[in-house]
């Protein structure tokens, strides 16, 4: 439940009060009530990389789709290689470069 904040205009009195959405639409419509604006915004925000904090039941189902869709960014990032497969495309990337260069 939020926490809504009251200004009694009789008495001047700014008051807190924790309660739910239906109870304040109640409290509001007092006459001498006045629903004031909160007093700092809670803002959530990360720093890093998405699978920084992770767990690896996560980043497993990531490799499986990256199996199915080895050319995709997230086959890119997640799929294990062979050393075979790496060398191979290793050397396809040198002479695709060469035939560019002709």
Known sequence: MPTYRFENTKTGEITEELMSISEMEKHKKQKHIN????TQMNIVSSVGQIDSKTDSGWKDH???IADRHPESNLGKRYRRQSVRESQTKNILAKHRARAKKK
Do not use: Y
């Not at 629903?35 to 909160?38: A, D, F, G, K, V």
């Open 35 to 38: 629903l004031l604006p909160p």
């Open 62 to 64: 990531l490799s499986r």
